[in-house]
Structure formats: structure tokens, C-alpha cells
């Protein structure tokens, strides 16, 4: 019988791939210091990190604010390896758990997942033997329990599973707004986990901040009810509500995001009948809203050989609603400022693969181009 997992009983996991910053672009140590803090003291244990986040310093403060300040057995860890992002080879690739293990001194590691799996990226976590080496890595004590983290169709989610039955858990993109989102399919492969018994962690449950800042239709769905709560805490509920969830993971990028995450999960209330009414209303003003559904993982930008802030541009866009044009241009030249512009794409399709959403992002450059670069 494989060992269980450590009880997890705020559900929420502290997930560390949107750090506060200081002005300078370095992570805001202090801040995630007292942000840690304040998770463990609420009940909170487990973290969430991967490799690839914030070029490795996201594992870095991990360290200064937990590991360096706390037991090991007061909380849990989880980190990833990718095969694709900054690995070239198997070689590369495996180095980046003994990377990881030194930037962390976690000295192994709760929860190892393969990172990102998805059509144009899963053949390459074969190419580099990477399933047998997670395995190993557990025979050997240096993670407890082994899983992945998926971004794509059913079909491949199956097709993974059959190939690797022995899966501990699959963490999933699961929140309102992609619930029934063919190009996500969050409810068949939660489905698809919960028919094989496989736990659930979950991501983007307030899709990169979307469903925390929401549209002014979804805002308007909510206000009506006269909750006296935040839009997120609507999102995170909707999550931890489901069965077979283990953890809901939560980017949190500042104090008043952890607090306001806390106050939601210390006494979690599933959403009940009316409350799920609205989240259906909610859903269906974002279906029909414009907006690109990017959630700002800057995956996208890793590799692009003109330097496009490609998620920055992004949001320049959906927010141009009801701004005056030459407010949206000036926002444009900030944000492209010293870096590549929309027109500078050389379609070169990187981003594309890339990208955990799916998202046609040449074709969404060209667009952003034409409004942006009149």
C-alpha cells in the first residue's frame, strides 16, 4: 500500500509561482517571510514550487521563508521538473531535482510532479526516461509521493494513465470559469481522476488572478447577492468543494491575498444550491465575454527570441475596455517598453507550444498589433 498523504485539513496550499516583488523585479523576501507565517499559524502546510519558477528563485525564497525558519515536519512540499524549459537533454533534465533539492534545503520532497504535461510536451518526459526517474526517486526516500501536473484533452489524460497506473496524483486547471471549457475540460478530467480513485491537487482555481478581478458582468453577478466577500473567495470554494481534492493551490502575491484566501478556507462552507446558481450566471457572462484567457504563466516568454512581454500585452488588451485610447496606447508602450513589440513576432511558434491554455498567441499578437499599434 503506497503511504498515505499527510493530512491536509485547510485545503489550501500556498502556491509560490506569483511572489510579491520589489521594485528592482527580486522577490520581496520579507513580505513572503510574513506571508508564510501567517499560512502556517492558520493551519496552512503545504507549499507549492516548481524548477522553472521565477528562473529558479521562487524555490530560492521558499527556502529563506520556510525551510531556513521551520521544522521540517511542519510542512509539506511540493516542486516539479520540466523537460522542456531549460532542459535539453535527459541529463539537464534530471539535474534539476538535485537543483532543486539545493535551492529549496527541503532535503526531499513531499510531492514530485512532472511539470506541464500536455500534447507538444509529454513525449519528451518519455525521451528523457523521466517517469522511471521519479520512481526511483521515491524508492530511494527523496520524495514522498509522485504525480503530474497536466495541461491538455481527456484522451492524452487516459492514455497517460493506462501507461502509468501507479500515479499518485494528477494536479488538474480546475475553476469555474473552465468548467465546462472544452479546450481545458476541467470537469471530465477531474471526472476521469475521480473514476480511477487518483487525488486531485488543483491550479489556476482563480485562473491567474481572472476570477479574483474579475469582468464588470461577473462582478455585477455577485454584488447582487450582497455577500460581504471577495471574488476570489467565490472561485476557491467552488474548488475545494469538490470531492477528492487535496489541495486547492493559491498564487498568492501579497499579505492581503493570504488573508483574504485564510478567511475563506480556515472555516470553509461548500457553496450551496443559490450560490452555485450564481456561479453558473458567472460563468456564462465570461463565456460570453472577448477577453484572451491568458493567466499570465509567462511560459510563453521563456523562449521567445524577440522578447515579446507576451502576457503583459495580453492583459493590455482586455483591460482597454472603456479606457480612452490613448491611455491603452501609453499602457502598451510601458509595458513593451526596452522589450519586443506585438509586431515583432516572428512566428516562430514557441509560445505556442508552450502555452498551458492552448492559446493561438501569433494570431492573438497580430490582432493585438492592429488596435495597439495604430
Given at each position: 500500500m503506497p503511504e498515505p498523504f499527510r493530512p491536509n485539513p485547510l485545503r489550501?496550499?500556498?502556491?509560490?509561482?506569483?511572489?510579491?516583488?520589489?521594485?528592482?523585479?527580486?522577490?520581496?523576501?520579507?513580505?513572503?517571510?510574513?506571508?508564510?507565517?501567517?499560512?502556517?499559524?492558520?493551519?496552512?502546510?503545504?507549499?507549492?514550487?516548481?524548477?522553472?519558477?521565477?528562473?529558479?528563485?521562487?524555490?530560492?525564497?521558499?527556502?529563506?521563508?520556510?525551510?531556513?525558519?521551520?521544522?521540517?515536519?511542519?510542512?509539506?512540499?511540493?516542486?516539479?521538473?520540466?523537460?522542456?524549459?531549460?532542459?535539453?537533454?535527459?541529463?539537464?533534465?534530471?539535474?534539476?531535482?538535485?537543483?532543486?533539492?539545493?535551492?529549496?534545503?527541503?532535503?526531499?520532497?513531499?510531492?514530485?510532479?512532472?511539470?506541464?504535461?500536455?500534447?507538444?510536451?509529454?513525449?519528451?518526459?518519455?525521451?528523457?526516461?523521466?517517469?522511471?526517474?521519479?520512481?526511483?526517486?521515491?524508492?530511494?526516500?527523496?520524495?514522498?509521493?509522485?504525480?503530474?501536473?497536466?495541461?491538455?484533452?481527456?484522451?492524452?489524460?487516459?492514455?497517460?494513465?493506462?501507461?502509468?497506473?501507479?500515479?499518485?496524483?494528477?494536479?488538474?486547471?480546475?475553476?469555474?470559469?473552465?468548467?465546462?471549457?472544452?479546450?481545458?475540460?476541467?470537469?471530465?478530467?477531474?471526472?476521469?481522476?475521480?473514476?480511477?480513485?487518483?487525488?486531485?491537487?488543483?491550479?489556476?482555481?482563480?485562473?491567474?488572478?481572472?476570477?479574483?478581478?474579475?469582468?464588470?458582468?461577473?462582478?455585477?453577478?455577485?454584488?447582487?447577492?450582497?455577500a460581504d466577500v471577495s471574488y476570489a473567495s467565490w472561485a476557491l470554494r467552488f474548488a475545494a468543494g469538490l470531492e477528492g481534492v487535496h489541495a486547492v493551490l493559491s498564487g498568492m502575491s501579497n499579505l492581503a491575498q493570504m488573508d483574504d484566501n485564510l478567511k475563506t478556507m480556515k472555516d470553509f462552507r461548500p457553496l450551496d444550491e443559490k450560490e452555485m446558481e450564481l456561479i453558473s450566471l458567472a460563468r456564462k457572462a465570461l463565456d460570453e465575454d472577448k477577453s484572451i484567457p491568458c493567466t499570465a504563466c509567462h511560459y510563453c516568454t521563456k523562449g521567445c527570441p524577440m522578447n515579446i512581454p507576451i502576457p503583459e500585452i495580453f492583459n493590455v488588451i482586455n483591460r482597454r475596455k472603456g479606457s480612452p485610447e490613448f491611455r491603452t496606447i501609453r499602457e502598451y508602450s510601458i509595458v513593451t517598453a526596452g522589450r519586443g513589440l506585438a509586431s515583432d513576432c516572428v512566428s516562430c511558434g514557441r509560445c505556442e507550444r508552450a502555452c498551458p491554455q492552448g492559446l493561438p498567441v501569433i494570431t492573438l499578437l497580430r490582432k493585438c498589433k492592429a488596435e495597439l499599434e495604430k
Open positions: 489550501l496550499a500556498f502556491g509560490l509561482m506569483r511572489l510579491p516583488k520589489n521594485a528592482d523585479g527580486s522577490i520581496d523576501i520579507p513580505q513572503v517571510c510574513e506571508m508564510a507565517d501567517r499560512f502556517i499559524a492558520a493551519g496552512g502546510t503545504y507549499f507549492d514550487t516548481a524548477y522553472v519558477y521565477d528562473g529558479g528563485d521562487s524555490e530560492k525564497a521558499f527556502k529563506a521563508a520556510v525551510a531556513d525558519r521551520y521544522p521540517r515536519d511542519t510542512y509539506t512540499l511540493a516542486t516539479k521538473i520540466h523537460a522542456t524549459i531549460g532542459a535539453t537533454d535527459e541529463q539537464s533534465a534530471k539535474q534539476e531535482f538535485r537543483t532543486s533539492l539545493e535551492r529549496t534545503g527541503a532535503g526531499f520532497f513531499d510531492y514530485y510532479l512532472l511539470h506541464a504535461l500536455q500534447v507538444s510536451t509529454h513525449q519528451k518526459y518519455d525521451d528523457y526516461r523521466l517517469w522511471d526517474f521519479v520512481k526511483d526517486l521515491k524508492e530511494k526516500g527523496l520524495v514522498r509521493h509522485w504525480g503530474f501536473s497536466f495541461h491538455a484533452d481527456p484522451a492524452l489524460l487516459e492514455r497517460l494513465l493506462d501507461a502509468h497506473p501507479d500515479t499518485e496524483f494528477v494536479q488538474l486547471q480546475i475553476n469555474y470559469a473552465d468548467w465546462e471549457n472544452p479546450g481545458v475540460a476541467s470537469r471530465r478530467n477531474w471526472e476521469i481522476c475521480r473514476e480511477r480513485g487518483i487525488p486531485v491537487m488543483i491550479m489556476e482555481p482563480v485562473k491567474g488572478g481572472i476570477l479574483a478581478d474579475p469582468i464588470p458582468e461577473v462582478r455585477a453577478v455577485f454584488d447582487a447577492y450582497g
